[in-house]
T-cell receptor
């Protein structure tokens, strides 16, 4: 079946502009995660959605970052007033959810964001 | 809090040689452990995971890993490297506190020479 998809695959923006990154999880997966991958910081957790529960936003680096998940499916990560340090690959993952630890996460190909 | 340490940012082997990628974890609860592989310009692909069913875990592409609680380790091995194994490998841990956010190591780039 179809895996996790993300769009766009690449995004170049100017400092100070807002960007939106999209994630389409695997159909039926109730859990959705955003991670950021950068040279200096490695892979970092950003935010987690599980079903209709309030999202875990503990990994968001600043209030310029926000995310929503509509209808329990598609998710959008928004970065306002982008800064050069936001340049990274943003990875989305989904998992069946509801089983606690050990749930396998399936990753999308990522969106490479470059802030000039 | 959980953490993962991967020893060696780069590991070089010859084709046909043993692959050993090291991972040590820190967790206050019995962990779930994962190895993911990332090929250039691609997302992460699960190689294998440990969920306490067996300490020796076999994964895809001939890889396996052994969970050693006494050493807090989960090293990844493959008896014979292939050129197609060249990629970056990430070890990750999640807890059992109700959700499964992953904490990743810094990654190890595996280089395979002919």
């Amino acid at each position: 079946g179809a895996g996790v998809s993300q769009s766009p695959s690449n995004k170049v923006t100017e400092k100070g502009k807002d960007v939106e990154l999209r994630c389409d999880p695997i159909s039926g997966h109730t859990a959705l995660y955003w991670y950021r991958q950068s040279l200096g910081q490695g892979l970092e957790f950003l935010i987690y959605f599980q079903g209709n529960s309030a999202p875990d936003k503990s990994g968001l680096p600043s209030d310029r970052f926000s995310a929503e998940r509509t209808g329990g499916s598609v998710s959008t990560l928004t970065i306002q007033r982008t800064q050069q340090e936001d340049s990274a690959v943003y990875l989305c993952a989904s998992s069946p959810g509801g089983t606690g630890g050990g749930d396998t996460q399936y990753f999308g190909p990522g969106t490479r964001l470059t802030v000039l | 809090a959980q953490s993962v340490t991967q020893l060696g940012s780069h590991v070089s082997v010859s084709e046909g040689a043993l692959v050993l990628l090291r991972c040590n974890y820190s967790s206050s609860v019995p962990p779930y452990l994962f190895w993911y592989v990332q090929y250039p310009n691609q997302g992460l692909q699960l190689l294998l995971k440990y969920t306490s069913a067996a300490t020796l875990v076999k994964g895809i592409n001939g890889f396996e890993a052994e969970f050693k609680k006494s050493e807090t380790s989960f090293h990844l091995t493959k008896p014979s490297a292939h050129m197609s194994d060249a990629a970056e490998y990430f070890c990750a841990v999640s807890g059992n506190s109700g959700y499964s956010t992953l904490t990743f190591g810094k990654g190890t780039m595996l280089l395979v020479s002919p």
